[in-house]
């Protein structure tokens, strides 16, 4: 009898484990999902953003920054597989385009080259926010985006009332789905833009001479965004208890991670 009990409260054991693991699975997969879907929401092309950034919620979670980044590295490789395929179109199907359509692949394949460009030149600005000259990079950023955009349409204008073969159908097709990437991250980068691309830092330091003097001692830094050790100055004064001595808090402004 007393197996039997000790059996059935194993067994309970087990099953309240296995419930409790399924419950914090359940909770991380809401909150990846919350992210990417707080995000995507000032995007045009929603469910299209959605799914093609969904894998950088664990890395950029509330950070603006981080999602402009996300969305402007996604429409790079998206760029490039469209440019390799119009220099694929050009090597193996150009004797066969008809009218007008030559000319337009050409023009198109410049004005590819030239998106891919400014496509990098926005995510080195991304790599390089600066609190003090913020307003003018994000100029710049906005202008490398919406040019990328302009030279996609573009492309997509020179096929306007030409006769479309199955080829140049399907090359009007990815060049559109660039262009819904590409919007999508061009309102990325303006919610970034609207934000400020700023957030405090607080660095919490505890511990004897280093709390008196600003240096030693046990640091956590706390970042608005949730990248730091915690995300709330108050977790990072709770981390920080385990010192020793007065706990003294340095709060500065930076550009939002």
């Known amino acids: 009898m007393a197996t039997g009990a000790r059996l059935f409260v194993s067994l309970l054991f087990i099953l309240f484990a296995w419930l409790q693991t399924i419950h914090l699975c359940q909770s991380a997969s809401v909150n990846v999902n919350s992210y990417v879907q707080d995000a995507c929401s000032v995007t ?16 950029a979670k509330r950070s603006p920054r981080k999602w402009a980044r996300a ?22 199907y150009f004797t066969r385009l008809r009218g007008r359509n030559r000319v337009a692949l050409l023009d198109c394949m410049e004005t590819f080259q030239d998106t891919i460009d400014k496509l990098h030149k926005s995510l080195q600005i991304l790599r390089k926010l600066r609190s003090a000259n913020f307003k003018s990079q994000m100029g710049d ?20 009332g030409q006769r479309d073969g199955a080829q140049v159908n399907l090359l009007k097709n990815r060049v559109l789905n660039a262009t819904y990437l590409t919007s999508n991250a061009l309102a990325l980068v303006n ?49 920080a208890r385990g010192g020793a001595g007065a706990v003294i808090i340095f ?6 991670t």
């Open 44 to 59: 045009q092309y929603r469910d299209l953003c959605v799914h093609s950034l969904a894998s950088f919620s664990n890395t």
């Open 71 to 92: 969305g402007v590295s996604v429409t790079i490789g998206e760029a490039k597989t469209v440019n390799q395929y119009l220099i694929r179109l050009k090597n193996h």
């Open 141 to 160: 950023l906005t202008t490398f985006m919406s040019t990328a955009l302009t030279n996609e349409d573009t492309c997509l204008d020179g096929f306007e």
């Open 191 to 239: 919610k970034l833009a609207t934000s400020g691309g700023t957030g405090w830092i607080g660095v919490v330091v505890t511990g004897g001479a280093g709390a008196a003097g600003g240096s030693g001692g046990a640091g956590v830094v706390a970042k608005a965004g949730g990248t730091g050790a915690t995300a709330i100055i108050f977790g990072g004064v709770g981390a």
């Open 251 to 256: 709060v500065t402004v930076g550009v939002g």
